[in-house]
Each structure stands twice: as C-alpha cells, then as structure tokens.
C-alpha cells in the first residue's frame, strides 16, 4: 500500500501537514497552555469502532461493512447477542451477502452451509457450521467455525473491536484498550439528560483527514460561517482565542478560551482513539449540548462518519415536531458536512496529483492538536498496521458497487430528510384549510 494517501505523513517532519485557509484568517490563537499526563495516547488503530446506531440491527437483518478493506458482516444471533463476523465462508471463500439469517442461523448463498452459535457447539463464543450441503457432512462440519470480531452495544451504538487478527474463538481475543473509554458517562455525561438527531454520512477519502477536520474547530469561521446558525460565527467576525490542549494516555483535548474574557470558554474538543470526537461547552455534567462523532474507517479513501447531536433543550417532542425541529437540524448537519467534503476531497487530489511537498505546507500554533494526532497516527499505523494484509484491489470494486453502495455522493439519507421536510410543511398548512372547509 505504498501509494496511500496517508504514506504522505510516513516523514518525520510533521510539519507538512496543515489545513487549508489559514492565511489571512480572522480567527487567532494568541498564547497556548499544554498539559500533558504520560506525554502520549497509549491506546492505537486496534480498538473500540462505534460502527451503526443499534436500530440498524433489525432482527433476520444482515448488517454488511468493512473495516480497514476486510469485509464484515454484523447481526443478532439467536440469543440476540451482537455478532460480527468476517464476511467469508469457510467452506469455499464465498461471501454471505445474498444469504439468509433466520432466528440466529445464518445461511451462505453458495451451498447452504448453516452457521449458529448453539446447536451442537459447546462454547458458545464460537459460531460453528451445523450443515454443509447434506447431512453426510455433519462431522466435517462440527469442525468448521467462523472468524469473528468482538462486538457489543452501548449508549444505541453497535461497537466492534478491532483486533490484530480475527478469531474463530472470542476468549482468544484480548481487549488492550476498554470501552468505557467510549462512554458517555465515564467522559461526564449522563445521555438519559439528552435527546439527540443523528445522521449517517459517507466520505470518499481517508477517515484520517476526516478527523483532523473535525479537530480543526477553527475552520467553522471559514467554512461553515454562512451555515452555522451563530451570528458569532463567521469570516466576518474578528475573535481571539487563548487554547490550553490537555494529552493523557486516553484522549487528546483542545479548550479554546476568548481572549478578551479568558474566563469565558468558546469551546473544547475531545479526541478519543481510535475514532470517537466530543465536543462540547464546560463541564460535561453541565453542557447543555454534546456532539459525539464517530469515524469509521471502512478502508483505502472510503469512511463513514456517525453524527449524533445530543441536547438538554427542545426535548418536548409534541414541540419539536410542530418545528420540523429535528429535520432542520439534520439539513443543517447534511449542509456542514457537504462543505467539509468539498475541502476534503481537494485535499484528496492535490496528495494524489503530488502537488503537497514539505516546503510548500507549514503547521501554525493554531493547528498543535493536529501536530498530536498526526504523531499519534503515524505511530501507531507503524506499530499495528492495519492494512498489511490488504492487497491492491482497485480494480474489483466487488464491495464498492454492490455490497457498500459507493460512492457515497449518493444522498438518499439527505434526500429523504428533504421530503420529509416538504411533506411535514404542508399538512401542517393544509390540515387547518381542509378543517376549515369541512366546518363550513
């Protein structure tokens, strides 16, 4: 994988990374405060992935993705325990896709070898072939497991743990970093105080340069000042920030303070590896808003991001209905997501096209959290090398067109929400005319 787009941060010299529209910006970082515990994230690529929201996981429903170009599939089995599996049947190499799953059996469309986690199985962290083509094949086929990942759900997420391989037997499986790091409550949150809106949106660039987006909160007066409903928030406004970034073993954390009121805080950003973003106003136990996003790297230039924007405010839902409150949020989300993508995908093709050299890109003080993160992942794709066994395979596009539905400028999430908009609007003019016109 010599010619991906993240080798480009295999220098040393982390200097060559920068986002762009910093010249001549209006935002400043006037002085900056580190705080560091243990100096360095312990935690690398393998780990926690928060990977769909718990409703997508419907009973007899395969759930099919990728992570890091390895294809997966997730489900409930007949316990209705989360399953995630490598998206390959042992007996020939088949893919499940177009199979079946029924009260926990699932079915490969090839020769009908039936795999359930009960049966004749005595541990039940296996999930063993209980039928392979006829019953003359029963013993061969009390022998033949499926490779698996560990997986649970949390907070309505669906988590997978990535591992450095996967195993036909969970308990050979060793967890190095927990998920309570994950959490909301262990990061202060009670999420029982909160109602959220959540979208789902695909990028066709690395989940990587995703995150170092979104840990560039600065950029929202650029790029999303005409889109973000905050008068405070646009190129026109000139604001000064003292930044104080906090690194511990667990998370990275940038507090942006004004600089004309230092008491007062603008906003704090949390990363915590491999995927999950917090950003909120405060102390946790008192931040009237949190926006969790999770980033999924589903493999070479292809990621999903997990959006959930959880509030104390607006939880009356009679009220919120009435504004159409949750799908103006949601086309607000779609619309920043859609300027980010625009960045992103430049970035893209100017990495690609060779136009990025290291004279030509410089790091401002501004952009420290971003030097953190690009250390912390050039160390740890040297040390867990997640792509290691995936070979160059561009041309097959198997999961791409049929499987994942890329590319993921299809907007049908966007487009629905849209409709729902434009239909919601006019029964809430019409009821009142049609009642009208049956009263007289």
Known sequence: MENRQINFFKSKDFNTVLKPFKKGTVVKIDSLDIRENQNELKIGLFGWYAICPSTELNKNKLYYFSLYDEPLVLYRDENENIRCIKNICPHRGASFFGGTLSDGVITCPYHGAKFSSGGSCQNLDRITCSHIVDNNYDNYAKRIHLYQYKALEKNGYVFVYFSKKSETDLNNIREDSPISNYELSDNGFSHEDYVFEEVLVDFKCDWSRIIENHLDILHLFWVHGDTIPDKDVNKNVLVSFNQKINVTHKYIESIYYYKNDPTKEFIRIKYIPPGRILIYKGDPSLSRYLQVLDHIPLGDNKARVIVRHYRKFLKNKLLNNLMLFKENQRKIFYKIFDEDYMILKTQTFNHNM??????????LGED??????????????????????????????????????????????EIINNIDIVRKTFLRFAAPLIFFLLVI
Do not use: H
Request: aromatic share 16%; hydrophobic share 30%; net charge positive.
């Open 368 to 413: 420290r959290i971003i030097n953190y993160f690009w250390k912390w992942y050039k160390k740890s794709e040297d040390k867990d090398e997640p792509w290691k066994n995936i070979n160059n395979t561009q041309n097959l596009n198997v999961y791409d067109k049929v499987i994942l539905k890329y590319p993921p400028e299809i907007k049908k999430l």
């Open 354 to 363: 060779g136009f990025i050299s290291k004279d030509e890109i410089k790091l």
